[in-house]
């Protein structure tokens, strides 16, 4: 158990819906990371909060948004959509901010979009 | 750009013997590398990590990697394999000034026979 918990764990929905998936990284955590994994794109980062700040966008699509709130919980919304948004998203987190910081990875959120 | 190739996306070996899974970056400065373990239906699990210092470096579940500058590699080993470690290995590339976001390899799925 590495301490990063989501939820929830299945998501099944239609096209042009929107979700919101919903992290909490490891106590003492301020670092907050989104993480796409599907067959064709493999995993790919798409944002990254520190502290409740945007720190790192990456291929992060404009349907596509996040936050991290006040007690750094931090949540992705997807919005419009598409059956190729079916995937696994992962949340992550870290101590700090910088590279080279281990990141701890949550089980993730399985998301089919019918 | 940094990039990550993991040479042979199916790795099949026997109990007892060997694991080496292979990854290679590019980056035209020094890059934070890290090996990830995927087990079914789980998140990733961090196994070692290399940022600075001694090149050959110890992880959990008795894998360690070796930074070679010369070669742009991070080869992941295992001196003898368990049936408990099939799983898929994910190699992952951090680099200065990206904000730690981490560049993944495809992965490489490891199959262990008796």
């Known amino acids: 158990d590495s301490g990063v918990t989501q939820t929830p764990k299945h998501l099944i929905t239609a096209t042009g819906q929107r979700v919101t998936l919903r992290c909490s990284p490891r106590?003492?955590?301020?670092?907050v990371y989104w993480y796409q994994q599907s067959l064709d794109q493999g995993l790919q980062f798409l944002i990254q909060?520190?502290?409740?700040?945007?720190?790192a966008k990456g291929n992060i699509l404009e349907r596509f948004s996040a936050q991290q709130f006040p007690d750094l919980h931090s949540e992705l919304n997807l919005s419009s959509l598409e059956l190729g948004d079916s995937a696994l998203y992962f949340c992550?987190?870290?101590?700090?901010?910088?590279?080279?910081?281990?990141?701890?990875f949550g089980p993730g959120t399985r998301l089919t979009v019918t | 750009a940094q990039s990550v190739t993991q040479l042979g996306s199916h790795v099949s070996v026997s109990e007892g013997a060997l694991v080496l899974l292979r990854c290679n970056y590019s980056?035209?400065?020094?890059?934070?590398l890290f090996w990830y373990v995927q087990y079914p239906n789980q998140g990733l699990q961090l196994l070692l990590k290399?940022?600075?210092?001694?090149?050959l470096v110890k992880g959990i579940n008795g894998f360690e990697a070796e930074f070679k500058k010369s070669e742009t590699s991070f080869h992941l080993t295992k001196p003898s394999a368990h049936m408990s470690d099939a799983a898929e290995y994910f190699c992952?590339?951090?680099?200065?000034?990206?904000?730690?976001?981490?560049?993944f390899g495809t992965g490489t799925r490891l199959q262990v026979t008796l």
């Open positions: 290399y940022t600075t210092g001694a090149t």
């Open positions: 909060y520190y502290n409740g700040e945007e720190r």
């Open positions: 106590s003492g955590d301020l670092s």
């Open positions: 980056s035209s400065v020094p890059p934070y």
């Open positions: 992550a987190s870290s101590i700090g901010q910088g590279e080279g910081y281990e990141q701890y």
């Open positions: 992952a590339v951090s680099l200065t000034g990206t904000a730690s976001k981490l560049t």
